[in-house]
């Protein structure tokens, strides 16, 4: 068995493959209709999708998953999260953990969370 994608469900998917492509290089592979595959195999589904097939409500910020990306040059992927052109909303600004990993964490557009770490 072989793990294919990761879906992030998603309120405004135009808005969310504008934030995957500018902060973090993703480009479309398929746009089918609410669902989009970028490259990464991250995977982008309109909410009103995702709530019809699961028969319940999407909570935001739900902090019990995040996506996880690396970045050697994180002072300057900071940079870009705070000139993007919608706010942030942070869950810890950059610091360095007892191992010396930089991280940040913060919440995609809809609430996913995300981590952007240097590499070990």
Not at 51 to 69: A, D, G, W
Not at 106 to 111: E, N, S, T
């Amino acid at each position: 068995m072989k793990l294919k994608n990761v879906l992030v469900v998603v309120k405004d998917i135009e808005k969310s493959k504008k934030f995957y492509k500018d902060l973090f290089g993703l480009d479309v592979i398929l746009d089918n209709d609410g669902n989009v595959i970028l490259t990464e195999g991250l995977v982008l589904q309109d909410a009103s999708i995702w709530e019809e097939f699961i028969q319940r409500e999407v909570i935001p910020q739900n902090n019990s998953t995040e996506l996880y990306f690396e970045e050697k040059d994180i002072e300057r992927f900071v940079e870009k999260l705070e000139n993007y052109e919608e706010p942030i909303c942070y869950v810890n600004h950059l610091m360095e953990h007892s191992w010396g990993q930089k991280v940040v964490r913060f919440y995609d557009p809809d609430g996913n969370l995300i981590e952007v770490g240097t590499p070990m």
